[in-house]
């Protein structure tokens, strides 16, 4: 199993520039989750998927938009890049959000740095 | 007032020694609580889960305090491996969502 894995790994795009980010994961998770995390943050979710065909927004979904077409993939979109979005990204999966069996996976990542 | 609380540290301390951290929450609605790992420049990994009546995996000690709302984890013995970020994690069930701490470093010296 390649668990989840993120791509690119890393990316530099210019002021308006707008970009895919792509997570896969193969453990037929259900919940997949996108985060950013900058220093002194945390990691902020972004938005997430309860299921195939369904998104929803979590704390900072502005100037993000994504998909899941497929189960196993959860897209992330930056429609026009801003400075204000150079983060590192990580994508996460999980079986089920609940109790104390709930384990998020994380992908490695994936640096952005917008000009 | 954020959510999840953590000092961010860094503890420096020698290898051997034994070091503990504290985390408190704001949400008394919080069911679940984990610690989690993250090196430099790397993905967090599930370092343990947080039980109510504490718990122990090797050398690491997780406790959870529901009346003042804080959790610890404990670690003994800490090793120049044990170098990292720990990430202190809140489960709501209110909104199934994680809530991240900001992490506290911790610098394991020969």
């Known amino acids: 199993n390649a668990g989840v894995t993120q791509t690119p790994k890393f990316r530099v795009l210019k002021t308006g520039q707008s970009m895919t980010l792509l997570c896969a994961q193969d453990?037929?998770?259900?919940?997949m989750y996108w985060y950013r995390q900058d220093p002194g943050m945390g990691l902020r979710l972004i938005h997430y998927?309860?299921?195939?065909?369904?998104?929803a927004k979590g704390e900072v979904p502005d100037g993000y938009n994504v998909s899941r077409l497929k189960k196993q993939n959860f897209l992330l979109g930056l429609e026009s890049a801003a400075p204000s979005q150079t983060s590192v990204y990580f994508c996460?999966?999980?079986?089920?959000?609940?109790?104390?069996?709930?384990?998020?996976?994380f992908g490695p990542g994936t640096r952005l740095l917008v000009l | 007032r954020k959510e999840v609380e953590q000092d961010p540290g860094p503890f420096n301390v020698p290898e051997g020694a034994t070091v503990a951290f504290n985390c408190t929450y704001s949400?008394?609605?919080?069911?679940?609580f984990f610690w989690y790992r993250q090196d430099c420049r790397k993905e967090p990994k599930l370092l343990m889960s947080?039980?109510?009546s504490g718990n122990e995996d090797g050398r690491f000690t997780a406790q959870l305090n529901r009346a003042s709302q804080y959790i610890s984890l404990l670690i003994r013995d800490s090793k120049l491996s044990d170098s990292a970020t720990y990430l202190c994690?809140?489960?709501?069930?209110?909104?199934?969502?994680?809530?991240f701490g900001t992490g506290t470093r911790l610098q394991v010296f020969p």
């Open positions: 996460a999966s999980s079986y089920r959000p609940r109790g104390l069996e709930e384990t998020q996976y």
């Open positions: 947080v039980y109510s």
């Open positions: 949400n008394s609605a919080s069911q679940s």
């Open positions: 453990m037929n998770h259900e919940y």
């Open positions: 994690v809140a489960l709501s069930y209110n909104t199934d969502k994680l809530i």
């Open positions: 998927s309860v299921g195939e065909g369904t998104t």
